[in-house]
């Protein structure tokens, strides 16, 4: 069994950083980090592969955001730069078990997904 634990986020200004962290627990696949604000669906932000470490991001997070995952501690994160505004939302830690489905952004190929955590960003 897979499971996620998130810690990190909060408030902070624009032009600023944060944080995100995710406990994993559980072989897997592949691990991302999707967000979601009320009424929108889940936006796939950023993934990587566990075995070889590749990683994409989405648009919105080219040159901004970094995942990582520290394997000893078995510890994924999203290290999130020059946050904007717009970045406001709940960040969601995901992972399955089947590498044949992490090619894409859907919600659905991913099984298993932490409790969310919130980052705000004002202006």
């Known amino acids: 069994q897979v499971q996620l634990v998130e810690s990190g986020g909060g408030s902070v200004q624009a032009g600023g950083s944060l944080r995100l962290s995710c406990a994993v627990s559980?072989?897997?696949?592949?691990m991302a980090w999707f967000r979601q604000t009320p009424g929108n669906g889940r936006e796939g932000v950023a993934k990587m592969y566990r075995d070889d470490g590749r990683t994409s991001y989405a648009d919105s997070a080219k040159g901004r955001f970094t995942i990582s995952l520290d394997r000893a501690e078995k510890t994924l994160y999203l290290d999130m730069k020059d946050l904007k505004p717009d970045d406001s939302s709940m960040y969601y830690c995901a992972a399955n078990r089947i590498v044949n489905r992490c090619g894409g952004w859907l919600t659905t190929d991913f099984a298993y997904w932490g409790q969310g955590k919130q980052v705000t960003v004002y202006s």
């Open positions: 559980g072989y897997t696949a592949c």
